[in-house]
């Protein structure tokens, strides 16, 4: 009998997060959900029945590891799924070290930590590192700059890390969605003082089955790459 695939999630509370972490829990997977909090933590557990959690705040990088430190850890890991994020657009102009710091912090600096300290279990399963990027890591805008710049070093690290990795097994995907209906969406709109209209954007299960089909892709293959547009 084949060893059921775990995967551990960050972002899974909303968004292509969720839609994903649905999936994989109803085709009976083994989840391992990352929340910034016991409190949080406790609420992802109760959502995914059978669902592990890790406690790490992305926010703070530095202390991932400590936080880590003290609590079970997973002996394989057949995917790592970098799915949280956070936006806050602004003109250069205007954007305070502290907000360059927020988006890098949670947008970069944490899924390199991560990804570092899960390696050793990733590389036992021959596993998959997947980072949900943006189309602005391929493509910065007005008002953009430092989520753009945060997307941008995210595809760094996946490139990087897949050279550095190939022999050990481990393969990596970039996933660039447009515009997807979610919250941080609503966020952005809001931002941009426009009205909010779901409908108009990419559903995030439309966005979970790309991240699917890269992850369940045969050993022989890899995507490096996936570009992900709204469609209407």
């Known amino acids: 009998m084949s060893r059921m695939a775990t995967h551990l999630i960050t972002g899974a509370g909303s968004g292509i997060g969720a839609a994903v972490a649905r999936r994989l829990h109803g085709r009976g997977d083994e989840l391992i959900l990352l929340a910034r909090d016991a409190g949080r933590a406790k609420e992802l557990a109760s959502q995914y029945e059978g669902a592990r959690t890790l406690v790490a705040d992305l926010a703070d990088p530095d202390r991932i590891s400590r936080s880590l430190g003290m609590q079970p850890m997973p002996d394989r890991l057949d995917s790592l799924l970098h799915i949280a994020g956070i936006v806050d657009l602004g003109p250069i102009a205007e954007l305070r070290p502290t907000t360059w710091h927020q988006q890098?912090?949670?947008?970069?600096?944490?899924?390199?930590?991560?990804?570092?300290?899960?390696?050793?279990?990733?590389?036992?399963?021959?596993?998959?590192?997947?980072?949900?990027?943006?189309?602005?890591?391929?493509?910065?805008?007005?008002?953009?700059?430092?989520?753009?710049?945060?997307?941008?070093?995210?595809?760094?690290?996946?490139?990087?890390?897949?050279?550095?990795?190939?022999?050990?097994?481990?393969?990596?995907?970039?996933?660039?969605?447009?515009?997807?209906?979610?919250?941080?969406?609503?966020?952005?709109?809001?931002?941009?003082?426009?009205?909010?209209?779901?409908?108009?954007w990419i559903d995030p299960e439309s966005v979970a089955t790309t991240i699917l089909t890269a992850i369940d892709l045969p050993r022989d293959a890899e995507i490096n790459d996936l570009t992900v547009r709204p469609g209407r």
Do not use: C
Request: glycine share 10%; proline share 4%.
């Open 104 to 200: 890098l912090n949670a947008n970069l600096i944490s899924p390199a930590e991560l990804t570092r300290l899960f390696l050793p279990q990733l590389r036992a399963a021959k596993g998959h590192v997947l980072f949900v990027n943006s189309g602005a890591g391929l493509n910065a805008h007005a008002e953009w700059g430092a989520y753009a710049a945060s997307k941008h070093g995210l595809k760094a690290l996946a490139d990087s890390l897949r050279h550095e990795e190939h022999g050990n097994g481990v393969r990596v995907t970039s996933v660039y969605p447009g515009r997807t209906a979610s919250p941080m969406q609503a966020k952005v709109h809001s931002q941009e003082g426009k009205e909010y209209d779901a409908s108009r």
